[in-house]
């Protein structure tokens, strides 16, 4: 089945700097690659998602980036602000299994005032 | 709120005791996954309902988990003779059934063996 790591698991940054956050995968058949937001105690949210015929995506701050021959993915966050702070989680799904999505272990991101 | 809703949002529980979660997915969405999450984990994925039909179990799943969809609508996840290990968040999650969509999450229930 598939297989996905992402690091790092714990990431600090100051406010007004970049954050990346990489993973990688192990099934090449996988197709689709969301990204979720956690906050505490509550449910984990869409920030953006990329399809494996697109290599990279933007949408304000946030752009996520896919190298299929690597198998990884990447989120990228500018211009980082306090709200940020949160859990995120990696995806990669094989749509031709039911859309089954197989998850990172997560990345707590704290921005720092 | 026309999201994923889930009932109850906490459990507390005695081992051995059975529990029953409930989801209420989007109502167009015709797939929908049951999840575990525990501490510093992503999500596992547990089950998948697409209308009615359970067409997908994870090994996780003992026979002391079982879920339906009886019409296609809401799920619910019972757990049997419950154990300690079974402490953790229970998330469900639904999804159009266009592939490339992204899975909509409840807020989940959170289990607790005492």
């Known amino acids: 089945g598939e297989n996905v790591e992402q690091h790092p698991s714990t990431l600090s940054v100051q406010e007004g700097d970049s954050a990346v956050i990489k993973c990688t995968y192990s099934d090449s058949a996988s197709n689709y690659f969301p990204w979720y937001k956690q906050e505490l105690g509550k449910r984990p949210q869409l920030i953006i998602d990329i399809r494996s015929n697109v290599g990279e995506k933007k949408d304000q701050r946030i752009a996520v980036t896919l190298n299929k021959t690597a198998k990884h993915f990447s989120l990228h966050i500018t211009e980082t602000q306090p709200e940020d702070s949160a859990v995120y989680f990696c995806a990669a799904t094989l749509n031709t299994n039911a859309g089954k999505s197989t998850f990172g272990d997560g990345t707590t991101l704290t921005v720092k005032p | 709120d026309t999201g994923v809703s889930q009932d109850p949002r906490h459990k507390i529980t005695k081992r051995g005791q059975n529990v029953t979660f409930r989801c209420d997915p989007i109502s167009e969405h015709n797939r929908l996954y049951w999840y575990r999450q525990t501490l510093g984990q992503g999500p596992e994925f547990l089950t998948y309902f697409q209308n009615e039909a359970q067409l997908e179990k994870s090994r996780l799943l003992s026979d002391r988990f079982s879920a339906e969809r009886p019409k296609g609508s809401f799920s619910t996840l019972e757990i049997q003779r419950t154990e300690q290990g079974d402490s953790a968040m229970y998330l469900c999650?639904?999804?159009?059934?266009?592939?490339?969509?992204?899975?909509?999450f409840g807020d989940g229930t959170r289990l607790s063996i005492l």
């Open positions: 999650a639904s999804s159009p059934l266009l592939d490339g969509q992204p899975q909509h």
